[in-house]
C-alpha cells in the first residue's frame, strides 16, 4: 500500500468489460510509480466487476462498489475524489488509455510551475484504424508548456478547441467543493463541459503540457455520449455561476459558449424525439450573439425528421 500517493487515479466502470484490462494496465504500465487508484463500479449487467476483481490484489488499488448507476460518471467520479489520498487528481474513462509516460509528464510539469492547479496535456483519438491529435494540438503545434487564462480556455472551447479532455485532466483536490468536482444529479451528459469551466475558473487559468497523454477510443461500445441527452438548464447554472467572478469580457464569452452548449443540447434531444418544455428562443442568450441565436432558433422549427435528415447529410459530407 502506498501511503501518500502523490497522484489519485479515478477510473468509473460500468458496461466496460471488453475495455476494463487495458485501461487499468496502461495505469499500472506508467512509468511514474507514485499513485494509487480507485476503481468505482456502478452496478454493470455484463461481466465488467469480475474483470476489475482480477486486479484485486494490487496494493495500491481500491474497488468501491455503487448500489445505483449515476449518469455520466459524475456521481462515481466524485465518490472517487471524496476517498482518495492524494492532493493531485486524475481521472482515465475505462474504455481508454494512457500512454507510459503520462504521469511521469505531468509531474514533471507540476514541479515546475508551483502555482499550477489544473493541469492537461495532448491526446489521441481513435477511430477505428485511424489515430488523430486533438484539435487544440493541431492547431498550436506547441513543443512547450503553455498556460491558458480562463479568458483563453474559454475561447478555444468555443472555436471547438478545447485543450482538454476527460483522460487528460490532472487537478488539486483543493479545487473541489463540498458538492462535489462533477454536477451530480444535475444532468446525465455534458457535466465534465461544466465541470471544466467551473474549476478552471477556480484554478485561475490551466497549464498545458505537450506531451500526448492518453487515447479516447471513439468506437468502443456502450457511449455514454451515444445513448445520453445533455442538458439545456445546467448551462444557465454554468453562465450564473462563472459570472459573479467573471470580467466583462469571460461574461461575454461564457454566454457565446453556453449558447452552443445549449443549442447541442436541444438538437440532440430532438434526434432522440424528446419533448422539451424549453424553446431555443427562451434558452438562448440573445446579447451579441444575435444572428447565431436568429438562426438556430429558425431552424429549431423544422420538422425533427426534417433535421435528422440533414444531420445524417451533413455527417456523410465530412466522411
Known amino acids: 500500500m502506498i501511503l501518500n500517493p502523490f497522484f489519485s487515479v479515478i477510473v468509473p466502470i460500468y458496461n466496460k468489460e471488453p475495455y476494463v484490462k487495458r ?170 463541459l461544466y465541470a471544466w469551466v467551473i474549476n478552471i475558473q477556480k484554478a485561475g487559468g490551466i497549464y498545458r503540457s505537450p506531451h500526448i497523454g492518453s487515447v479516447t477510443y471513439r468506437d468502443s461500445l456502450n457511449m455514454t455520449s451515444k445513448t445520453e441527452i445533455p442538458s439545456i438548464e445546467l448551462n444557465h447554472y454554468m453562465v450564473k455561476e462563472v459570472s459573479i467572478r467573471a470580467s466583462k469580457k469571460e461574461q461575454f464569452l461564457i454566454k457565446k459558449y453556453a449558447n452552443r452548449l445549449i443549442k447541442r443540447a436541444f438538437f440532440e434531444s430532438k434526434k432522440f424525439n424528446v419533448q422539451l418544455t424549453e424553446s431555443l428562443i427562451k434558452s438562448f442568450y440573445w446579447s451579441n450573439d444575435f444572428s447565431f441565436c436568429l438562426f438556430w432558433s429558425f431552424i429549431s422549427f423544422f420538422p425533427n425528421e426534417l433535421i435528422n435528415f440533414l444531420r445524417k447529410a451533413k455527417s456523410n459530407l465530412k466522411t
Open 23 to 192: 485501461a487499468i494496465n496502461s495505469i499500472l504500465n506508467q512509468s511514474f510509480k507514485n499513485y494509487e487508484i480507485i476503481i468505482v463500479c456502478d452496478p454493470s449487467t455484463d461481466n465488467s466487476n469480475l474483470e476489475v476483481e482480477k486486479f484485486s490484489n494490487l496494493p495500491n488499488l481500491s474497488i468501491l462498489y455503487r448500489k445505483e448507476r449515476g449518469p455520466g460518471g459524475y456521481a462515481s467520479r466524485n465518490l472517487g475524489i471524496r476517498n482518495s489520498k492524494s492532493n493531485w487528481i486524475a481521472f482515465l474513462d475505462a474504455d481508454d488509455e494512457w500512454y507510459p509516460n503520462h504521469l511521469q509528464k505531468t509531474y514533471d510539469l507540476i514541479k515546475s510551475y508551483s502555482n499550477a492547479n489544473f493541469i492537461t496535456s495532448a491526446w489521441h483519438l481513435k477511430f477505428g484504424d485511424k489515430l488523430l491529435l486533438d484539435p487544440f494540438s493541431n492547431k498550436e503545434k506547441h513543443t512547450n508548456a503553455l498556460f491558458l487564462t480562463f479568458e483563453d480556455y474559454l475561447y478555444n472551447s468555443l472555436k471547438s478547441y478545447r485543450p482538454n479532455n476527460t483522460n487528460s485532466v490532472v487537478f488539486k483536490k483543493s479545487l473541489v467543493s463540498d458538492s462535489g468536482f462533477f454536477p451530480e444529479g444535475k444532468t446525465n451528459r455534458s457535466g465534465d
